[in-house]
Nanobody, 124 residues
Framework: QVQLVESGGRLVQSGGSLKISCALSGAPFSTYIMGWFRQAPGKEREFVAA????????DYADSVKGRFTISRDNAKNTVYLQMNTLKPEDTAVYYCAAGTGSWPRVQVHEYDYWGQGTQVTVSS
């Protein structure tokens, strides 16, 4: 049974940094493309970042490019999102997702498994 569990979300001041994590269990982690999405109140779930199974390729939404960095540790079955220079508009529930097949993957329907999310709140 595949499970994804996010952790690390919290309240942070504008301009600050935060690193969140997602651990996968029940499947071969190294075979999955891993992605991060976020959803703010009243908005659709949107793509944030994705990383290839080997970590050799990454993709970012324009809104976070240069501020966020996705990484993965296959030995720990964990994907990370390092968030720097946070803005109030980054406030959202952040979800990790796992998918197989083609690259890149930037849409919700392109992923097979989802975590429950972790809340990130950026105060002004």
């Amino acid at each position: 049974q595949v499970q994804l569990v996010e952790s690390g979300g919290r309240l942070v001041q504008s301009g600050g940094s935060l690193k969140i994590s997602c651990a996968l269990s029940g499947a071969p982690f190294s075979t999955y493309i891993m992605g991060w999405f976020r959803q703010a109140p009243g908005k659709e779930r949107e793509f944030v970042a994705a990383i290839w199974w080997s970590g050799s390729n990454s993709d970012y939404a324009d809104s976070v490019k240069g501020r966020f960095t996705i990484s993965r540790d296959n030995a720990k079955n964990t994907v990370y999102l390092q968030m720097n220079t946070l803005k109030p508009e980054d406030t959202a529930v952040y979800y990790c997702a796992a998918g197989t097949g083609s690259w890149p993957r930037v849409q919700v329907h392109e992923y097979d498994y989802w975590g429950q999310g972790t809340q990130v709140t950026v105060s002004s």
